[in-house]
């Protein structure tokens, strides 16, 4: 009889939950938008365009013969989708040569770079997989965002 109880109970308590959850989330947006024309139109080298839960989309835009700079993500994966231009993406020993309509996927924990390998803007946005960056940042220049880094806080878009 007592194992009843406890299980109506964590039943009840789960229910109520669910509940609270669904009612405090129902109003949520996401994010709609012509990804493709954002990023073309974006002079930012970093722009956070919307971020969830457990995924944060972001757009960037690199000068001629600029580059991100060597970095490891240890706890996130990430996407990269080139909209214009040409560059180089280098994944741990990996180089590969990326384009318009090309797509990355890096790995949690590998070492990683993009470099613009032309005159003109290299356009992209990514994905990260969980958040990486605050909410709303925006970063005009690579070297704005070295001086200001910052990490994702837990606050999301909605």
């Known amino acids: 009889m007592f194992s009843n109880d406890v299980t109506h109970y964590s039943t009840k308590t789960n229910i109520l939950n669910l509940l609270l959850y669904h009612y405090l989330t129902a109003n949520m947006k996401g994010f709609n938008g012509n990804i493709e024309k954002l990023t073309l139109e974006n002079t930012n080298f970093r722009k956070v365009l919307y971020t969830g839960k457990h995924l944060q989309l972001v757009l960037m835009s690199l000068k001629g013969g600029e580059e991100i700079g060597l970095e490891v993500h240890l706890n996130n994966d990430q996407f990269f989708r080139f909209e214009s231009g ?73």
């Open 86 to 158: 040409n560059g180089k993406c280098i994944i741990d020993a990996n180089e590969y040569n990326v384009k318009e309509g090309d797509v990355i996927v890096v790995p949690a924990g590998a070492k990683h770079n993009v470099v613009n390998t032309g005159n003109g803007a290299f356009k992209m946005y990514t994905i990260y997989g969980p958040p990486n960056h605050q909410d709303g940042t925006i970063r005009a220049t690579k070297e704005l965002a070295e001086r200001d880094e910052e990490k994702f806080d837990g606050k999301t878009s909605e």
